[in-house]
């Protein structure tokens, strides 16, 4: 079994105060992709190269204390691709690619953060030149190679998603062309929500990210913004799952699911 677990750190420094690293050790997953590392790489050198014996790989924000994600993995990629090809987004650190290739196959496991656009007007038409931007890079990547993209996506899909789905249609996040682009990336693009396809019908054990306003932690007020996404052939190796709810390392719980297929 291939563990694989994603994580929204809301900041590399502060999660691992909070016991991510011992949570690594305990778990063992064979790939950690992480999100909003929200460091630099002087901040990263000789303190989070490795976690709990993966190596890690970066791909950090032009901005000081600003987005990046990261890939920590057991297995050496063949080839490491930071960013996607979009100077907008590439400079935010939004894409890092490790590639695992050999004779035999092509596969590659990819940490992504999308953006968000709950804080304005402005930053929603930048998620909307995202999506526009990503999909057919998606799509041609899908053509050439098997990969399991995990990551934040800043987008509920479905009303299972969310707890206050009423509430939240005029909302960033479960936007009607938000929704819309998922739709077609899984319905046209051939691309598996890997966690529906184990969960079909979950609710509330399937939220992924809670507000820090209220008590939405408290009440379960949540949402799955955090996915899995996968070519078909990956996602029919998917067995087992598990949302660490209780684990607060950041403002996400780490989704993990069991793969039956190696790397090695």
């Known amino acids: 079994m291939f563990t694989l677990t994603s994580l929204n750190l809301n900041g590399i ?4 105060t909070k016991g991510l690293e011992s949570w690594l050790e305990r778990h063992a997953p064979d790939a950690l992709c992480v999100q909003e ?4 790489a002087p901040d990263v050198a000789g303190k989070f190269e490795m976690l709990a014996g993966l190596q890690g790989h970066f791909h950090f924000a032009g901005k000081k204390g600003y987005s990046g994600v990261a890939v920590y ?24 690619e490790l590639r695992f290739d050999t004779p035999a196959r092509k596969r590659s496991i990819i940490s992504a953060y999308f953006p968000s656009g709950s804080s304005g007007e402005e930053r929603q038409e930048a998620k909307y030149r995202f999506l526009d931007s990503f ?3 998606l799509q041609a990547l899908k053509a050439q190679r098997e990969f399991v993209l995990c990551g934040d996506i800043n987008i509920a899909h479905q009303e299972i998603d969310l707890k206050n789905f009423k509430g939240n249609k005029n909302n960033s996040g479960f936007l009607p062309q938000e929704r819309a682009w998922m739709s077609k990336l899984l319905s046209e693009a051939g691309i598996v929500d890997v966690y529906r ?3 079909p019908t979950a609710t509330d054990a399937a939220y992924t990210w809670w507000s820090n306003r209220g008590q939405a932690y408290a009440k379960n007020v949540g949402w799955r913004l955090d996915y899995h996404l996968a070519t078909p052939v990956l996602a029919s ?6 949302v660490y709810k209780d684990q607060r390392f950041s403002d996400h719980a780490p989704l993990t699911i069991g793969y039956d297929w190696s790397l090695a």
């Open 37 to 40: 590392v929200k460091a630099q």
């Open 13 to 16: 420094r502060s999660a691992t």
């Open 135 to 137: 999909y057919p890079h």
């Open 197 to 199: 396809q184990l969960e």
């Open 73 to 96: 993995t057991r297995h050496a990629p063949s080839d490491v691709l930071v960013g996607y090809g979009s100077a907008e987004f590439d400079a935010e650190g939004r894409y890092l």
């Open 237 to 242: 190796g998917a067995r087992t799952h598990a």
